[in-house]
């Protein structure tokens, strides 16, 4: 590695955080298809998204139009005390892998939150305070999302209510004491604060809970509480618009060392960090500019791309959301309790999904948990950062691509997401490394009965 100039870390100066985020709607060549009503399934309007939503990320949401969007100066600022995130050369790592290519990371972990999420976090939060609202509502699985967006209502002085997933909050009591010091209240989910909560405890009273509930009862508090509105980490299109930052950046960073990725690789939950990820290289190979190969690695415990079906969904358990064009394994489908917390979504952005069929993301791979955490491990060893296993499955993917690279003597430059750290995670390494760790993969049976819930919506 000694005759090489490009440096371990390639940083962007804090003028060069980018101004706009990127819109890909703008450029997309077929947008997905519109999130509908889930009881007239006509097209939600702005008017019937504004009980949900504060008005300017309604906006944003239908957006199809404006390629950038200007980034308000206060969320700017609050950017520039932990951005511009490092994009990194994992020279260590391809050294230990004897491989041609060259790895490089967008390290997203380095916030006390610990993951990419605060990108999104903070926006919203802003627009709540903007708008002069009390508070905000949402749910948490892993717990990322509602430590990012305790940040953000913190530091805006805003109320923040989160349905965390039951099992998680057991699991997880850590990410519970994060959350609320920096204000927020935490309610495990299913609870018996809320309609949708109840049933589902009557239903099952031992219910660990799922995202899909913790959603259903995040929105029936926004729309039912004087001044509050809901807020989602992940999916939707205005969350991967603000992720575009991470995209730029990294567009950016390699402009500087004159290099441009071959393969764009990220783990893929509701496809927000992989969305932001690949937002500039996209515009490249939407444009016929450039045409770098995307990976989405999602966990083979919950397969929505590699397995799911392309159709009309709801976005929650409970069926009140809109439903929503993307890969899905139907609302009801509940993935056994795996460690990549935040992967385990039954959906896929409508986004990604649309980029996904229309054979722009050129691959879906979905990987075993045993697998993620043996690449976490070698990745750790190697580059001295504990990931979280997320987003060890873009480490997985990029290993093996590395691999294949030195099989045909191929010199591939290999950018991936590194959306997190793993230290919230450590019972998962725990159980890794205490050999009890075990795959979980659903049968085509199990899939069949989240199938069948899916509704017969055309379109
Ligand atoms: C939430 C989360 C993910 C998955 O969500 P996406 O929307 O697919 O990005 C991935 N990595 C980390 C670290 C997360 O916290």
């Not at 259903?216 to 926004?222: G, M, P, Q, R, T």
């Not at 205005?238 to 690789?265: C, M, R, T």
Request: glycine share 10%; proline share 6%; with cysteine.
């Amino acid at each position: 590695m000694s005759e090489n100039q490009i440096p371990y870390k390639i940083y962007l100066t804090e003028d060069e955080i980018p101004r706009s985020w990127y819109n890909i709607r703008a450029d997309m060549k077929t947008d997905h298809r519109p999130i509908l009503h889930p009881g007239t399934l006509q097209p939600m309007t702005a008017e019937e998204l504004a009980p949900v939503f504060c008005d300017e990320l309604v906006k944003q949401e239908l957006n199809d139009k404006d390629r950038f969007i200007e980034i308000p100066e206060a969320i700017r600022d609050f950017y520039k005390m932990y951005r511009p995130s490092p994009l990194v050369r994992a020279y260590c790592l391809e050294e230990a892998l004897k491989t041609p290519a060259k790895l490089y990371y967008k390290y997203e972990g380095g916030n006390t939150s610990g993951s990419h999420k605060l990108n999104s976090a903070i926006a919203q939060a802003y627009y709540a305070k903007e708008q002069g609202l009390k508070g905000i509502t949402t749910e948490t699985g892993a717990g990322q999302w509602g430590t990012a967006l305790s940040m953000a209502c913190g530091y805006f002085g805003l109320d923040l209510k989160v349905f965390m997933v039951k099992v998680s909050a057991e699991q997880k009591p850590y990410r519970k004491a994060v959350m609320e010091t920096f204000g927020a209240k935490v309610t495990p989910s299913p609870s018996d604060t809320t309609n949708i909560g109840r049933k589902m405890l009557e239903a099952d009273p031992n219910s660990g809970g799922s995202l899909g509930t913790a959603i259903s009862e995040a929105v029936e508090v926004a729309v039912t509480t004087e001044g509050y509105k809901y807020t989602l980490g992940s999916v939707l299109n205005q969350v991967l618009l603000h992720q575009s930052i991470i995209g730029q950046e990294a567009k950016k960073a390699f402009e500087k060392i004159d290099d441009y990725p071959d393969l764009v690789i990220g783990c893929a939950g509701g496809g927000s960090n992989l969305g932001g990820l690949m937002s500039s290289f996209m515009a490249d190979k939407l444009a016929g500019k450039k045409a770098p190969y995307f990976i989405a690695v999602e966990p083979a415990s919950c397969p929505s791309m590699t397995r799911g079906k392309f159709a009309y969904d709801f976005c929650d358990t409970g069926m009140v959301t809109p439903l929503a064009k993307m890969y899905t394994l139907g609302a009801t489908f509940i993935p056994s309790s795996n460690h990549a917390g935040g992967l385990r979504y039954h959906g896929m952005a409508p986004i990604l999904s649309q980029l996904y069929h229309d054979g722009f993301i050129d691959e879906a791979r979905a990987v075993g948990q045993t697998d993620v955490f043996k690449a976490a491990t070698m990745f750790a060893r190697h580059e001295g950062t504990l990931p979280a296993p997320e987003s060890a499955h873009a480490i997985k993917a990029a290993i093996d691509e590395a691999i294949k690279c030195k099989e045909t003597g191929e010199a591939k430059t290999i950018l991936f997401g590194l959306s997190g750290t793993g230290y919230f995670d450590l019972g998962a390494y725990m159980n890794y490394n205490e050999g009890t760790m075990t795959d979980q993969i659903p049968t085509d049976e199990e899939l069949e009965r989240g199938f069948a819930a899916i509704p017969p919506v055309e379109g």
